[in-house]
C-alpha cells in the first residue's frame, strides 16, 4: 500500500484518490488544485490526535475570513479521518486537511474537502538535545495572518530550497521584528521571560499548548516581538509545531543565540508539553 494517499471526504465516506508517482510527501499532492485552506497535524497512537477541534476551528476561521459561506461537515469528517488513519499501515502519518475553492474536479470529485497522508517521523532526539539552526526569509509575509491559505505553502519552497542548511526560516515585519517560522512559531527566552509575538501571526495550535504550559509552570510570558538585532541579547530560543513539540533554536541567521546550547526554560517547556 502506498504511504502517501489522498482521499476525498463524501458525504458516504472517504474516497481513495490516485496519487502522482513522483509524491514523495503530502504537500505534493496538490499542485494543480485549486487552493484554498488547510491545516496540518499528526497521529498519535495511530488514529488519535491532539487538539483535532482547535484544527477545525481554524479552518473554520480561514474560510470566514476569505468570506466564504461553505461549512464542514464536522461529522462525516471526523468519521473519514478515522477510518483512512486506521487503515494506514504505517505506525503514525503526518495528516493534511484542505478545503478547496473549488471542487476537485481534476480528480473527478465534486468534493472541496481532502485529507492528505503520508509517512510521520518524529524529529530525532539529537535535534532537541542539540537546536538547530534557522535562516530569514527578509521577503516572505502572510498577507492575511489568521488565514491558513494553501498558497502560502508554495509561496514558501523557495526559501526552504534555498537555504537547505537551515532548518526553517523566520518572517520578519517590516521593523525588523521577528514573527514566526514559515512552518512554526517562533519563541524567545530573556531573563527567564518568555517573548513572543502577540498579534500579526499565524496562532499555531502548539503555541497555545507552549503558553498554556508556561502559565502552568509560572513562566512569565511577553506577548511581544524580538527585532532580529537583539537576538544577541536573548538567552534561548524556540520554534514550535504541531508535529514537532518545541525545537530548541541555537543559531539565527550568522548570530549564536545564549550560550549555543540549548537552555533551562526551554527544555522544562518541552517536558511539559510532552506531559
Request: with cysteine.
Amino acid at each position: 500500500m502506498n504511504s502517501v494517499q489522498l482521499f476525498a471526504v463524501t458525504e458516504s465516506g472517504s474516497l481513495s484518490l490516485p496519487i502522482p508517482d513522483l509524491a514523495e510527501h503530502v504537500n505534493d499532492l496538490y499542485d494543480h488544485l485549486p487552493v484554498g485552506v488547510y491545516t496540518a497535524l499528526c497521529t498519535f497512537e495511530h488514529n488519535k490526535f491532539l487538539h483535532l477541534t482547535e484544527h477545525l476551528d481554524r479552518l473554520d476561521l480561514s474560510m470566514n475570513l476569505l468570506g466564504w459561506n461553505y461549512r464542514l461537515d464536522r461529522l462525516t469528517l471526523r468519521h473519514c479521518l478515522h477510518q483512512v488513519c486506521t487503515n494506514y499501515p504505517l505506525p503514525d502519518a503526518r495528516v493534511r486537511l484542505d478545503v478547496l475553492a473549488k471542487p476537485a474536479d481534476l480528480l473527478d470529485t465534486a468534493s472541496r474537502v481532502l485529507i492528505g497522508l503520508s509517512p510521520f517521523e518524529p524529529l530525532p532526539k539529537s535535534l532537541y538535545m542539540a537546536g538547530v539552526r534557522v535562516g530569514i526569509a527578509p521577503k516572505l509575509i502572510r498577507k492575511q495572518p489568521q488565514d491558513k491559505q494553501a498558497q502560502f505553502v508554495f509561496e514558501r519552497r523557495k526559501y526552504i530550497e534555498e537555504n537547505p542548511v537551515d532548518y526553517e526560516c523566520l518572517m520578519l515585519d517590516g521593523e525588523g521584528h521577528i514573527l514566526e517560522g514559515t512552518t512554526s512559531n517562533f519563541f524567545g527566552v530573556q531573563g527567564g521571560e518568555l517573548w513572543t509575538v502577540g498579534h500579526g501571526v499565524l496562532e499555531g495550535i502548539a503555541r497555545r499548548i507552549v503558553l498554556d504550559v508556561a502559565e502552568d509552570l509560572s513562566i512569565p510570558v511577553r506577548l511581544e516581538p524580538i527585532g532580529l538585532d537583539e537576538v544577541g541579547e536573548l538567552d534561548e530560543a524556540a520554534l514550535s509545531s504541531s508535529s514537532r513539540a518545541i525545537v530548541p533554536i541555537i543559531q539565527i541567521g550568522d548570530q549564536i543565540v545564549g550560550s549555543g546550547r540549548p537552555g533551562p526554560i526551554i527544555g522544562e517547556l518541552l517536558r511539559a508539553y510532552n506531559a
